[in-house]
C-alpha cells in the first residue's frame, strides 16, 4: 500500500516529546507512523511506544514501518480511547502523549476516501471506515442541521444558502460524489465568493468534522489523556485550524491553572493546584524550510504541557 505522508513539525514533536530511552510513549495518531518511527528509534531495550490509529490502512502500514522496533507495538482504535487500550495492555502512566489531529495526507490523496473536493469519489470521509459517512449527512440531515455545522465546523460565513443548496439538489437526485457537492456548495455562494481558491474548502471541513464527531472526541480524550500521564510526562497536541486549537489551548490553560478564588479573597480557600505547566505558552509553528517543503503544514500549531 502507497501511504505517502510527511511528518509536520517533526523535530519540535521530539524535543517537546523529551524522550528517555526507557520511557513509555504514544502516538495517538500514527497515521504514516511518521511521528511513531522517529519515536521509536529512540527507544532503547526496555522503552515502549503504543501506536494508535483508527484507521485500518494506517495501522496496516504503521505495523509494517514499524515491525524493525521490538518495542513498539500498534493498535486499532481512536485516541479518545488511549485509556482503555493501556488498560488492556497493562500500563499504568506514560511518559509522553502525541496527537496530530486532522485529516493525513494519504486520506486526502487517495480519492476514494472521499475527503478532498479535488477529486471525484464517493462522499464518504470516515476516517474509521465505519459508521455514518459524508453521503448520510448531506442526503438525509436537515436544512437546519446542515447550516449549524457549516457555521460551526467551517466556519461557513453563506451557511444557510448553501443548506438550502443541498437540499435542492437533494430533491431532485441523492447527492452521492465529492465533486457534485463541491459545485452545489459553489451555487449556494454568491458570484464572488465562487471565486475564491478553494470555495468549498470550509464545507468539506465542517462535514469531515461531523462525519468523524471530531471536536467532541477531542474535548472528551484530552482530560482522559492527561490523566494517564506520569509525572514529568509530556503531552503533545498538532491542531490544524482554529476550532481544534481552542480547545487544546484551554484546556491545557486549565491544567496548568491553579487556584480558582475570586481575586477579592484575602487568602485561598479552594485548595487548587496546577495539574501542568505550559512548556510554551505560545503555539509552536512550523519554520520557513518546512513551510518550503510541505504547504499543509502552514496551519500547523503544536502546544505542549507538561504534568507536575
Not at 475527503?115 to 464517493?122: G, P, V
Not at 444558502?161 to 456548495?185: D, H
Not at 485550524?241 to 484546556?251: A, G, T
Request: net charge neutral.
Amino acid at each position: 500500500m502507497n501511504f505517502h505522508h510527511i511528518s509536520v513539525l517533526l523535530d519540535e514533536c521530539l524535543e517537546a516529546l523529551a524522550i528517555k530511552p526507557a520511557g513509555i510513549y504514544v502516538d495517538g495518531t500514527a497515521g504514516g507512523a511518521g511521528h511513531s518511527y522517529h519515536i521509536a528509534s529512540r527507544l532503547g531495550p526496555a522503552g515502549r511506544l503504543i501506536a494508535v490509529d483508527q484507521d485500518p490502512d494506517a495501522v496496516q502500514i504503521a505495523t509494517e514501518r514499524l515491525g524493525e522496533f521490538p518495542s513498539a507495538q500498534v493498535v486499532q482504535s481512536n485516541f479518545a480511547n488511549i485509556p482503555e487500550v493501556l488498560d488492556r495492555l497493562g500500563i499504568g502512566c506514560v511518559d509522553g502523549v502525541l496527537l496530530d489531529l486532522g485529516v493525513s495526507s494519504h486520506q486526502l490523496d487517495t480519492p476514494e476516501r472521499g475527503f478532498s473536493y479535488q477529486h471525484e469519489a464517493f462522499l464518504d470521509m470516515r476516517m474509521s471506515q465505519s459508521g455514518l459517512s459524508a453521503y448520510d449527512i448531506v442526503n438525509t440531515w436537515t436544512a437546519g442541521e446542515l447550516t449549524r455545522i457549516l457555521r460551526e465546523y467551517g466556519e461557513e460565513r453563506y451557511a444557510a444558502s448553501i443548506a438550502r443548496a443541498i437540499e435542492r439538489a437533494r430533491a431532485e437526485q441523492p447527492v452521492e460524489t465529492t465533486t457534485q457537492l463541491a459545485e452545489i456548495i459553489k451555487r449556494g455562494m454568491p458570484p464572488a465568493a465562487r471565486r475564491e481558491k478553494n470555495p468549498a474548502r470550509r464545507s468539506f471541513q465542517a462535514i469531515r468534522i461531523a462525519v468523524n464527531g471530531e471536536l467532541q472526541v477531542l474535548g472528551q480524550a484530552l482530560e482522559r489523556v492527561f490523566d494517564r500521564l506520569a509525572p514529568g510526562g509530556r503531552f503533545a497536541v498538532i491542531t490544524f485550524h482554529s476550532l481544534e486549537d481552542r480547545i487544546v489551548k484551554q484546556q491545557f490553560a486549565a491544567f496548568a491553572r491553579g487556584c480558582t478564588c475570586p481575586p477579592d479573597f484575602p487568602v485561598c480557600v479552594c485548595g487548587k493546584k496546577p495539574r501542568g505547566h505550559l512548556v510554551s505558552r505560545k503555539p509552536i509553528l512550523p519554520g520557513k524550510e518546512e513551510l518550503a517543503v510541505n504547504s499543509r503544514s502552514r496551519s500547523a500549531k503544536l502546544r505542549v504541557v507538561e504534568k507536575v
